[in-house]
């Protein structure tokens, strides 16, 4: 078993740059050929897939935040982290990392039976 712990600014200014870390913690050897994820969920809203990063580096990204998403990870912290430039008050929502053995679980939709999650860390972007 895994934990994922998020963590970053409550709220960000309108046009600054997101940056959340997931913390991962337990027994890591379960989770070797795992994707990891953030999804997000605004408020009235379903969950969103915003990208994830493979076991072996590659990243993917939904196609509607390409432009402005970056996801990485430092594995000498165990840590996934996310970075969303160029916020606007769309942007607040509860953001979740996550993760499971196949990537389409992770983007489907509805996102449904996935692994591990995170408790989420509340984004709010307002001026």
């Known amino acids: 078993q895994v934990q994922l712990q998020e963590s970053g600014p409550g709220l960000v200014k309108p046009s600054q740059t997101l940056s959340l870390t997931c913390t991962v913690s337990g027994d890591s050897s379960t989770t070797n050929y795992y994707y990891w994820s953030w999804i997000r969920q605004p408020p009235g809203k379903g969950l969103e897939w915003m990208g994830a990063?493979?076991?072996?580096?590659?990243?993917y990204v939904s196609p509607t935040l390409k432009s402005r998403t970056a996801i990485s990870r430092d594995t000498s912290k165990n840590q996934l982290i996310l970075q969303l430039s160029n916020v606007t008050p769309e942007d607040t929502a509860v953001y979740y990392c996550a993760a499971d053995r196949h990537l389409g679980t992770l983007y489907a939709d509805p996102i449904t039976d996935v692994d591990y999650w995170g408790q989420g860390t509340q984004v709010t972007v307002s001026s």
């Open positions: 990063i493979a076991f072996g580096g590659n990243t």
